[in-house]
């Protein structure tokens, strides 16, 4: 497979295009995360979700520490080319590092955040730390 692909994503200032991870069975959105040309074409390659850590500054195997890896069934596009969507098999049932099934676990009502979603495993027993 040659990279030539990787030239229609427009890519934002810094070299990231978004990454919505999506759950094949369900359809749940799990997760937005960043992922730079090489994490991209890393994800292609070996069908598992690479993204890039804006905060670390490296490339991240999604579940490298926590055993939550995303197997990727699809890789998609939008009609815009600046979004793509990961359709991905979550192993664990968890892909939020809060230990929770999804990232998007707050829903606004009355004007606050409340946490509607559940920890299914606390970071504890995830990475070992609080």
């Not at 978004?18 to 994800?43: C, D, H, S, Y």
């Not at 070996?46 to 905060?55: F, G, I, M, T």
């Not at 995303?70 to 596009?77: A, E």
């Not at 664990?92 to 809060?98: E, N």
Request: glycine share 6%; charged share 30%.
């Amino acid at each position: 497979m040659t990279d030539e692909w990787l030239n229609s994503v427009k890519w934002n200032s810094e070299g990231l295009v978004p990454a919505i991870a999506q759950e094949a069975n369900t359809g749940k959105v799990l997760t937005l995360a960043w992922m730079n040309r090489e994490a991209l074409a890393a994800t292609a390659r070996e069908k598992r979700a690479v993204y890039w850590s804006r905060s670390r500054k490296q490339l991240w195997r999604k579940g490298e520490q926590s055993g939550h890896v995303q197997t990727v069934r699809d890789i998609r596009l939008d009609c815009d080319s600046d979004a793509v969507l990961l359709i991905v098999e979550q192993q664990g049932g968890i892909a939020c590092h809060t230990g929770r099934e999804r990232c998007f676990y707050q829903q606004l009502q009355d004007d606050r955040w409340v946490t509607v979603e559940p920890v299914i495993k606390s970071e504890q027993e995830i990475y070992g730390r609080k």
